[in-house]
């Protein structure tokens, strides 16, 4: 089992940023696929962006691309979520995710993550 712990929400107006930090404990070495999902009230929770542990994977949701940039440090066993030019729309709560394993379906597939982190809201005000 890996404990996520999420950091660094909080409120910002539209167009500032934000860089949410998971950082992750246990058997970290067994996370295949590292992601970011986002629950808004009301709507399913989504994927944001994936990286697999290598890095040689990485994946964006279209909303956010070229505006998120998703990053690790493995060895500070740690996720990052870079958020740049955040909108209104962007308000949810943030969780990260570990998913081991290759397969599985797509990497937005919220049942490929066995481990998630509690989350660390997010507010975008107009």
């Known amino acids: 089992q890996v404990t996520l712990v999420e950091s660094g929400g909080g409120s910002v107006q539209a167009g500032g940023s934000l860089r949410l930090s998971c950082a992750a404990s246990?058997?970290?070495?067994?996370?295949?696929?590292k992601g970011w999902f986002r629950q808004a009230p009301g709507k399913e929770r989504e994927g944001v962006a994936a990286?697999?542990?290598?890095?040689?994977?990485?994946f964006y949701a279209d909303s956010v691309k070229g505006r998120f940039t998703i990053s690790q440090d493995n060895a500070k066993n740690t996720l990052y979520l870079q958020m740049g030019r955040l909108k209104p729309e962007d308000t949810a709560m943030y969780y990260c995710?570990?998913?081991?394993?290759?397969?599985?379906?797509?990497?937005?597939?919220?049942?490929?993550?066995?481990?998630w982190g509690q989350g660390t809201q997010v507010t975008v005000s107009s």
């Open positions: 990286i697999t542990a290598g890095g040689a994977g990485i």
């Open positions: 995710a570990h998913a081991s394993g290759p397969s599985g379906g797509m990497w937005y597939d919220r049942s490929r993550y066995t481990d």
């Open positions: 246990g058997f970290t070495d067994r996370s295949y696929l």
